[in-house]
Structure formats: structure tokens, C-alpha cells
């Protein structure tokens, strides 16, 4: 049963990847997380949002203070591993992924939306999601003993900051499919226990080439600023900072929870506008597709939350380098 549980998962996060090789072939974007341009333009918000001193010590490890121009790393070094992107050649990445066979689960994870708060060991929950990834990094930040070096850590953490802000990386559709016609979305946890996921809707496709997931990551981030260059967009991003609402507080070895906690109850509101149709299920009971409608309005009120959440993630990625006790 374990054996089976970890095989499906595996095919799973296969299958996310082949999805993502075919979107990048289809639209020739770097459709990673975010998408280029969101991962960048978090960077940038938060390198005008940190204190001196984290300046100082970002210098320090980077040589200078670009995180947009590392934002992106833990998505080439992903697809070099599939012989993919700038990185293919490169001996750092490919030591990387000797190292770290599994960084392709770093960064999401699939909670059931009706999912309260991150729980560890919660269906969906695993010791390598991108919560714990953020934790991984700080701590090597910090000095804990790992095999990320601290280049390596503050790369990543920038990365994945980003991710744990994009909805559809933290919370995933749960369908209950007894009719290939009229599969039922599960929000409840409880229920949710056993049945299919749609990776985060890697799985949910608008029309045969457009599927969720990258309408979160590339479409609705192009929208925001009606731009895909990432320094306009962080312009637009850093001049909507609500710091009073977003301002962490208390032990930020936590936080990356918290903001799982938030981004969840975002994917439910990704959700929840969305008509499900026929769903494509394999030889083994599988779920491979499911076809989606959205209404006219979901476009632009979901772009809205997709502005929200990348200005929150450059906030919190600011607050976390300036909370950091450095170890050099
Ligand atoms: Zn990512």
C-alpha cells in the first residue's frame, strides 16, 4: 500500500513535469512557478524593501544585491535536469541535482482547500515541500550544517517565497469522480483522503492547450501591469504594499506556514468560480484531465488577487532576509 501510494505520487510529479516540458514547448515561455517575470519582480520588490544591514550581508554571499536576477535558479536547475534550459552544461547544477534528486518537490504543496492552516503530515503535507524548503534554506542561512551552500540557500529562498504565494502551489482540487461526466470538487480535508488531485490544476484545462495552472503563473502575472517586463511590474507591485495588514510577527521559522495557511484559502477562491466538466481518467482510475469553463469576470477578479499575492510575496521575502540571523 505504501509501495503504491509512492509510486502514484512519483507518476504524479512526473506528469507535472511533462505538462510543464509541453507547455514551455507550446508557448515558448519559461512557465516555472510564477513564470519568469512574477519570480523576478518578487525579487525586485523586496531588494527595495530590505534593510542595510541584509543588504550588506546579501553582498556578502551574491557579490551584490540582484535577487531578481536569482529568482529564477531553482527553476533552471529543475530543468536541467531534464537536459532543459541555460543550465543544461552547467557543473553546479548538475552536482545540484546529483545532491538533491527530489528538488522538483521543493516547490509546492498539494493541500486540500478547505485545508484551515499548513499541518505537518496533513494529506498533502511532505518533509520536502516547499514549506519545508523555505526552512531548509534559512537554516542553512543560519549556520545549521547542510549541503546547500549559502548561494545555493539564498536562491532558492527567493524562489520559493515566490511559489509559496502563488495559490495553485500550495492548494490543489480533491475530485471525488464516481461519473467520468460530473466530477465533484472536495474542499473538506477529511474528505478529500484517497481521492485523485489535479496537481494544482495542472490538470484542469480551459481549452486543449490552456490548463489552469499556467493561467496563474504566466497569463494573470502578464495582466497585472499589462507588461511582461519585470521591473514595471515590480514597480506596480511595490506601490500596493498594505505593511500593516501583511506584517509577520513572532518566530519566522514559522512563517513559511502561515503563508501556506493564507495561500490555500487564495486557491479556494481560484476555485470556486470554475465549472468542472468531463474528467479523463486512465486505465488504473487515474484522474488526467478534467475540462474547465470559467465566467466572464474570472479573468480580471482573479488577476486581482494574483497582483495581491506577488506584492505580498516581495513584502515577506523582505521581512524573512531582514529577520535572518546570519551566520558567515
Ligand atoms: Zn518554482
Redesign the pocket.
Known amino acids: 500500500m505504501v509501495a503504491k501510494t509512492i509510486s502514484y505520487q512519483q507518476t504524479k510529479q512526473m506528469k507535472k513535469a511533462l505538462s510543464f516540458i509541453l507547455l514551455s514547448a507550446s508557448t515558448c515561455l519559461s512557465a516555472?512557478?510564477w513564470g519568469q517575470e512574477g519570480h523576478q519582480a518578487v525579487g525586485q520588490v523586496a531588494k527595495g524593501l530590505i534593510s542595510d544591514s541584509t543588504r550588506a550581508q546579501i553582498v556578502k554571499i551574491l557579490g551584490n544585491d540582484d535577487l531578481a536576477a536569482v529568482a529564477t535558479w531553482?527553476?533552471e536547475v529543475r530543468a536541467a535536469a531534464r537536459g532543459q534550459g541555460p543550465l543544461t552544461a552547467d557543473p553546479e547544477a548538475k552536482q545540484f541535482n546529483k545532491t538533491f534528486p527530489d528538488n522538483s518537490a521543493w516547490?509546492f504543496v498539494n493541500l486540500p482547500l478547505g485545508a484551515a492552516q499548513y499541518t505537518d503530515g496533513a494529506l498533502g503535507s511532505a518533509t520536502n515541500d516547499v514549506v519545508h524548503a523555505i526552512n531548509n534554506c534559512v537554516a542553512a542561512l543560519e549556520g545549521t550544517p547542510s549541503k546547500l551552500s549559502k548561494v545555493q540557500a539564498l536562491r532558492l529562498l527567493v524562489?520559493f517565497v515566490g511559489?509559496i504565494h502563488q495559490p495553485l502551489h500550495v492548494g490543489t482540487g480533491y475530485f471525488e469522480i464516481d461519473d467520468v461526466h460530473n466530477p465533484v470538487l472536495i474542499t473538506d480535508p477529511a474528505l478529500a483522503v484517497g481521492k485523485p488531485d489535479d496537481v494544482g490544476g495542472n490538470d484542469l484545462f480551459f481549452t486543449a492547450s490552456e490548463e489552469l495552472h499556467a493561467f496563474w503563473d504566466v497569463t494573470l502575472v502578464k495582466n497585472v501591469a499589462k507588461t511582461a517586463d519585470f521591473t514595471a511590474l515590480a514597480g506596480v507591485l511595490s506601490q500596493n504594499i498594505d505593511t500593516t495588514k501583511w506584517k509577520d510577527s513572532g518566530d519566522h521559522h514559522v512563517w513559511a506556514k502561515t503563508w501556506a495557511g493564507d495561500s490555500v484559502q487564495q486557491a479556494l477562491q481560484a476555485y470556486q468560480p470554475i465549472t468542472f466538466g468531463a474528467a479523463e481518467v486512465d486505465t488504473h482510475n487515474r484522474l488526467r484531465k478534467i475540462s474547465i469553463t470559467k465566467p466572464a469576470s474570472y479573468e480580471q477578479d482573479e488577476t486581482t488577487i494574483v497582483q495581491t499575492q506577488l506584492a505580498k510575496a516581495g513584502f515577506h521575502l523582505a521581512e524573512l532576509l531582514d529577520n535572518i540571523n546570519w551566520k558567515n
Do not use: I, P, V
Request: glycine share 14%.
Open positions: 516555472f512557478g531553482a527553476d516547490h524562489h511559489d
